[in-house]
């Protein structure tokens, strides 16, 4: 008797609370088995027969069907459980056995944004302790399909899964490449830094909160990406940071005047990144002479 009815005594494996909680297809014995026919239990194991849960059986029940996400948690703690010890042979090739053959089922029935993650497709994860501390993380706001779901990454300790995983911090850069990508502002205008001025604003209040803590190259990285982007939301519509200038530029009444949808003032950290895109605090001379130019054939 297993818990699956009756098998072959060669596929039914003595139970293990470590598995219990995601290894769910796999034929164990009952507790009844254990308790009142201990004897049985005990002969067969010693002629070989039954045998503990091994890493082929996980590997099994893992290439049978995808995980729920309390199931995928618990997987992912015995994985690094497992991977803390340090003393299981081969843990490279296991770890990408894992990888390859687990399959998380993302958000849960009704949810407009459920589906399903392979593993294997997993590159990044939000440290809240860091960098993911200023990531949207709303319903609405896009994230990488290569990011693992917050709602499994917050059941653990950022360092466990790097050390235990090969994937890597998601960073503000590597956010903002990602929001600034064709494929994603094609189909969600909302979300396009370049048609949408609210998401333009709360992209540049992201960059703005995590301005003091990044690396001189992220910030460079993030001027680079930025300076030939439509994207400054200016009285004017959004406009390229280098055509736009602050409200203290009061030269001529038509120009680019930044202006944040919400009214919010533009100083402090927000000032500073847009003076590194190149939002300009002056008028240049050719301007003026052109314009002087103008009014003077006028």
């Not at 843990?91 to 993302?106: F, M, S």
Request: glycine content about 4%; overall charge neutral; proline content about 8%.
């Amino acid at each position: 008797m297993s818990t699956a009815g009756v098998r072959n005594a060669l596929e039914v494996r003595l139970p293990d609370p470590t598995f219990s909680t995601f290894v769910k297809q796999l034929p164990v014995l009952p507790d009844e088995m254990l308790t009142e026919a201990k004897w049985m239990v005990t002969a067969l194991q010693t002629r070989g027969m039954i045998k503990p849960i091994r890493w082929p059986d996980v590997l099994d029940e893992l290439r049978k069907r995808p995980l729920p996400e309390i199931e995928m948690i618990a997987c992912l703690t015995w994985w690094i459980g497992l991977h803390k010890q340090g003393d299981t042979p081969d843990i490279l090739r296991i770890r990408t056995e894992l990888l390859d053959a687990a399959v998380l089922v993302t958000g849960g029935p009704g949810n407009s944004n459920a589906g399903i993650l392979p593993l294997s497709t997993v590159q990044t994860l939000l440290n809240m302790r860091n960098m993911g501390s200023f990531v949207p993380v709303d319903d609405n706001a896009p994230l990488p399909k290569h990011l693992l779901p917050l709602s499994v990454s917050k059941h653990f300790d950022p360092a466990a899964l790097l050390s235990s995983f090969p994937w890597r911090e998601l960073s503000i850069v590597d956010w903002l490449r990602f929001v600034l990508d064709a494929d994603v502002t094609r189909t969600d205008l909302q979300h396009d830094i370049s048609n949408f001025a609210p998401w333009a604003e709360r992209v540049f209040t992201v960059l703005a909160r995590a301005w003091p803590s990044l690396s001189k190259v992220a910030q460079n990285d993030i001027c680079i990406l930025l300076k030939d982007k439509i994207c400054i939301p200016t009285n004017s519509g959004l406009k390229l940071p280098d055509a736009s200038y602050f409200p203290n530029v009061n030269v001529f009444k038509d120009l680019p005047i930044v202006t944040l949808p919400s009214g919010t003032a533009v100083k402090g950290h927000m000032e500073k990144v847009f003076i590194a895109v190149g939002v300009r605090k002056h008028v240049e001379l050719q301007i003026v002479f052109d314009r002087c130019a103008t009014y003077s054939s006028g």
